[in-house]
């Protein structure tokens, strides 16, 4: 691998290096399956600091270029991004199917009707291999307690009988509801039977839920400014009318609620996402005040609430509120998205048209995975675990705050006092928000704008450009001391 860096260039050496080994990848001159030079190595060989070469591989291996095996070493890839990328016919080996229907007799496509969903996806997935990432909305995969899960699962089957060959309560598991009836009363004071309790798979469908069971076309919401993407999106989805109400490092500002009808609200009150502001006490009677006088629902995200952070854990609007407030939950951040479970928790008065609007959307949950989160909160697993995860979280948004700190000096930031992810205000003299991500990622570290984070920003309020989302749950502590300075040292 011949290499020729020029340091009297303007392009960093890391940056060269890149390029070059990129160059000589394209041109063949690296072969598929070839080593590379360790970074140690290279490192002798050109003269130059190990780390430049370190971080010119990290790159190559997040785009796609190279691969590691670990113990073993670093190869260039069998598969490039830009054959990736190629759909050329005949270029798979896969045999063409004959056409159903001849050529002269198909339709062609301005004949035939569009779609009739106009929604947009949001932004869920990162499948991004930076190796330092923030994103805001993972865990941490080595929290997830596994051994116990396995012990679970095992125990559910041997006593599965005729529950995996049959169908189900579409509701959910009794067993599973009563635990989560039990549970919310604990420790959130919301007391409810479990025929009120919906088993979904997770908090967006269960919003899914509550809008089929509460509103129709052109119905007006109440919505955090910014909010939810997932959330704002589907709203669109159905044509619903939106009123933006801006937030602060209180929540949603309930004094803007003058004089707005509605019939609906959507809030977040425990984390409220992207900007993580906790709802106070009074914010909370008074929104309530709101949804009485105007006769509106209130739908509570009761988002990140099993992580909260020192001082006392505020009501739910459910607990205050139990005939107008459809309260939304989901194990995703406390157990694993991956597990695709949540729940409504329905007034009593709405639970049977939300048991009917259940069963024509789908026909139940996997009992496996209920049977076993049943017993795993019957038996306080559940109640344990979130106690060391809690601990652990803490422990890392501290050291979040103090790589800032340490780093920029004083800082601004919002959604400190829960959750597994804070919103930092980017200093006076740096880049806005768009650019400090691309900086970032420049140095292999991941970190968000409000948008590209899975937030929502109506009208012109400025905030996108001056937040960054920055998730700490997945990081180790030297991790994110590493990513923060490597981001100091790129601006």
Same mark, same amino acid.
């Given at each position: 691998?011949?290499?020729?860096?020029?340091r009297?260039?303007?392009?960093?050496?890391?940056?060269?290096?890149?390029?070059?080994?990129?160059?000589?990848?394209?041109?063949?001159?690296?072969?598929?399956?070839?080593?590379?030079?360790?970074?140690?190595?290279?490192?002798?060989?050109?003269?130059?600091?190990?780390?430049?070469?370190?971080?010119?591989?990290?790159?190559l291996?997040?785009?796609?270029?190279?691969?590691?095996?670990?113990?073993?070493?670093?190869?260039?890839?069998?598969?490039?991004?830009?054959?990736?990328?190629?759909?050329?016919?005949?270029?798979?080996?896969?045999?063409?199917?004959?056409?159903?229907?001849?050529?002269?007799?198909?339709?062609?496509?301005?004949?035939?009707?569009?779609?009739?969903?106009?929604g947009?996806?949001?932004?869920?997935?990162?499948?991004?291999?930076?190796?330092?990432?923030?994103?805001?909305?993972?865990?941490?995969?080595?929290?997830?307690?596994?051994?116990?899960?396995?012990?679970?699962?095992?125990?559910?089957?041997?006593?599965?009988?005729?529950?995996?060959?049959?169908?189900?309560?579409?509701?959910?598991?009794?067993?599973?509801?009563?635990?989560?009836?039990?549970?919310?009363?604990?420790?959130?004071?919301?007391?409810?039977?479990?025929?009120?309790?919906?088993?979904?798979?997770?908090?967006?469908?269960? +919003?899914?839920? =509550? /809008?089929r069971?509460? %509103?129709? $076309?052109?119905?007006?919401?109440?919505?955090?400014?910014?909010? #939810?993407? &997932?959330?704002?999106?589907?709203?669109?989805?159905?044509?619903?009318?939106?009123?933006?109400?801006?937030?602060?490092?209180?929540?949603?500002d309930?004094?803007?609620?003058?004089?707005?009808?509605?019939?609906?609200?959507?809030?977040?009150?425990?984390?409220?996402?992207?900007?993580?502001?906790?709802?106070?006490?009074?914010?909370?009677?008074?929104?309530?005040?709101?949804?009485?006088?105007?006769?509106?629902?209130?739908?509570?995200?009761?988002?990140?609430?099993?992580?909260?952070?020192?001082?006392? +854990?505020?009501? =739910? /609007?459910?607990?205050? %509120?139990? $005939?107008?407030?459809?309260?939304?939950?989901t194990?995703?951040? #406390?157990? &694993?998205?991956?597990?695709?479970?949540g729940?409504?928790?329905?007034?009593?008065?709405?639970?049977?048209?939300?048991?009917?609007?259940?069963?024509?959307?789908?026909?139940?949950?996997?009992w496996?995975?209920?049977?076993?989160?049943?017993?795993?909160?019957l038996?306080?697993?559940?109640?344990?675990?979130?106690?060391?995860?809690?601990?652990?979280?803490?422990?890392?948004?501290?050291?979040?705050?103090?790589?800032?700190?340490?780093?920029?000096?004083?800082?601004?930031?919002?959604?400190?006092?829960?959750?597994?992810?804070?919103?930092?205000?980017?200093?006076?003299?740096?880049?806005?928000?768009?650019?400090?991500?691309?900086?970032?990622?420049s140095r292999?570290?991941?970190?968000?704008?409000i948008?590209?984070?899975g937030?929502?920003?109506?009208?012109?309020?400025?905030?996108?450009?001056?937040?960054?989302?920055m998730?700490?749950?997945?990081?180790?502590?030297?991790?994110?001391?590493?990513?923060?300075?490597?981001?100091?040292?790129?601006?």
């Amino acid at each position: 691998m011949l290499i020729s860096l020029d340091r009297t260039s303007a392009q960093s050496l890391q940056e060269q290096l890149f390029e070059q080994i990129r160059q000589q990848i394209l041109d063949g001159r690296l072969k598929a399956e070839a080593a590379v030079p360790s970074s140690r190595h290279l490192a002798q060989q050109l003269g130059i600091s190990r780390n430049s070469v370190t971080f010119a591989y990290e790159r190559l291996i997040n785009e796609g270029y190279l691969i590691t095996r670990p113990m073993v070493g670093t190869y260039v890839a069998t598969v490039l991004p830009e054959q990736a990328m190629s759909t050329v016919g005949g270029a798979s080996g896969v045999a063409a199917m004959p056409d159903a229907v001849p050529a002269a007799e198909r339709r062609s496509p301005e004949r035939l009707a569009p779609a009739a969903f106009t929604g947009r996806p949001h932004s869920i997935l990162n499948n991004s291999r930076i190796p330092i990432d923030f994103w805001p909305q993972r865990t941490d995969p080595r929290a997830f307690p596994l051994k116990t899960w396995r012990r679970l699962i095992l125990h559910s089957l041997a006593v599965a009988g005729h529950n995996l060959t049959e169908y189900g309560d579409p509701c959910g598991l009794m067993a599973l509801r009563s635990a989560i009836a039990d549970h919310v009363a604990v420790l959130r004071d919301i007391h409810v039977r479990p025929e009120q309790v919906v088993i979904v798979a997770g908090a967006q469908l269960a +919003l899914n839920l =509550a /809008l089929r069971v509460l %509103s129709r $076309e052109g119905d007006a919401i109440v919505v955090e400014n910014p909010c #939810s993407q &997932g959330a704002a999106y589907l709203f669109e989805s159905v044509n619903m009318r939106l009123a933006p109400i801006d937030t602060d490092e209180h929540g949603i500002d309930t004094r803007r609620l003058a004089g707005v009808e509605a019939q609906l609200a959507y809030v977040m009150p425990s984390h409220q996402y992207p900007m993580g502001g906790v709802l106070s006490l009074e914010r909370r009677r008074e929104l309530l005040s709101w949804a009485d006088r105007t006769g509106a629902y209130l739908i509570e995200d009761d988002y990140d609430n099993e992580f909260h952070f020192g001082g006392m +854990l505020l009501p =739910a /609007l459910k607990a205050m %509120s139990p $005939e107008n407030v459809i309260y939304l939950g989901t194990f995703s951040k #406390s157990l &694993g998205a991956g597990l695709r479970t949540g729940f409504a928790i329905f007034p009593e008065h709405l639970a049977p048209a939300a048991a009917a609007a259940k069963a024509l959307l789908d026909n139940g949950q996997v009992w496996l995975e209920q049977a076993a989160l049943a017993e795993f909160l019957l038996t306080g697993g559940f109640v344990r675990h979130l106690r060391r995860v809690r601990l652990r979280y803490q422990q890392r948004r501290d050291a979040l705050l103090s790589a800032l700190r340490g780093q920029f000096g004083r800082v601004e930031v919002r959604g400190t006092e829960a959750g597994t992810h804070l919103a930092w205000k980017i200093p006076p003299g740096l880049p806005r928000a768009h650019q400090m991500a691309a900086l970032a990622k420049s140095r292999n570290v991941g970190v968000y704008t409000i948008q590209t984070g899975g937030g929502h920003e109506y009208g012109t309020a400025d905030v996108s450009n001056d937040w960054l989302l920055m998730g700490y749950a997945s990081l180790s502590e030297e991790q994110i001391e590493a990513g923060i300075t490597r981001l100091r040292e790129r601006i």
